[in-house]
């Protein structure tokens, strides 16, 4: 269980449902997260760094771009809305400050999953995470569901 309270960081938390799914893991992020690997953490350095992963052919700047990107290349394409379609998955890129700052992967049931940086991961609305740590919900793209 996390030694702090998330809904300080993401007061939008206290109106929309969530729950904790997992414990801190360091080994992966919120953009491996949402692209179900666990095992290593993925981060755009100008220079590849050992621990650190950023696919090949992708700019190594830190642009929603690059990070759109990222997630054509595994088979998404922009869309408009976070509702729930039936045979499709859904990814939110969260930016503040014009640089992109969190994804989230939408559930089958709807909701939305999360790896809080080297925290928990928690399940949650797309709009709980928006606010003064992650910003808002700038992209989404789909893909079908695999």
Not at 130 to 138: A, H, R
């Amino acid at each position: 269980m996390a030694d702090y309270d998330l809904e300080d960081d993401f007061p939008n938390l206290k109106e929309n449902p969530w729950q904790q799914t997992s414990d801190p893991a360091t080994n992966y992020n919120c953009i491996a997260w949402s692209l179900y690997d666990t095992r290593q953490w993925w981060q755009k350095f100008p220079f590849p760094l050992r621990g650190y992963y950023w696919p090949p052919g992708i700019s190594r700047d830190d642009t929603l771009d690059s990070w759109i990107k990222v997630f054509e290349i595994h088979g998404y394409r922009l869309c408009e809305g976070t509702d729930l379609e039936l045979g499709f998955e859904k990814v939110a890129i969260y930016v503040k400050d014009n640089e992109p700052q969190h994804v989230a992967r939408q559930l089958p049931s709807g909701s939305w999953t999360s790896k809080l940086g080297k925290d928990e991961d928690i399940e949650h609305s797309p709009h709980g995470l928006e606010g003064n740590v992650y910003g808002t919900i700038e992209k989404v793209l789909k893909r079908e569901r695999q």
